[in-house]
């Protein structure tokens, strides 16, 4: 199943720079190893915020929660999912 999935980044300002810098490295090194597996297959800057617009690639809600909670920055995330359906005028080829 596809998601669509919009993730606005709120890091606490007062959050010493070592600390951030730690959960960030953690977060691409997570986020690259789903991308790798196909699970994550589109992420997205979204110009001019701290957010991205993201595509997964699950079984199911319940897999796609266990990953979303797994970020190492879902503590700081607001979280938008859409779950994608197939669009009847879609040409498959
Ligand atoms: O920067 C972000 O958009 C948040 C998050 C998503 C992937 C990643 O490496 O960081």
């Known amino acids: 199943m596809l998601y669509h999935v919009r993730m606005d980044v ?4 007062e959050m010493d720079p070592s ?10 090194a997570y986020s690259q190893r789903l991308q790798r597996e196909g699970k994550w297959p589109h992420l997205w800057r979204i110009a001019g915020e701290y957010a ?3 595509v997964f690639d699950v079984a199911d809600h319940d897999e796609l929660h266990a990953l979303l909670s797994g970020l190492p920055l879902f503590p700081y995330l607001a979280l ?3 779950p994608l359906a197939t669009h009847p005028s879609k040409v498959v080829s």
């Open 19 to 28: 600390s951030r810098a730690d959960l960030i490295a953690r977060e691409k």
């Open 10 to 13: 709120r890091l606490p300002a």
């Open 52 to 54: 991205n617009f993201s």
């Open 80 to 82: 938008e999912v859409t």
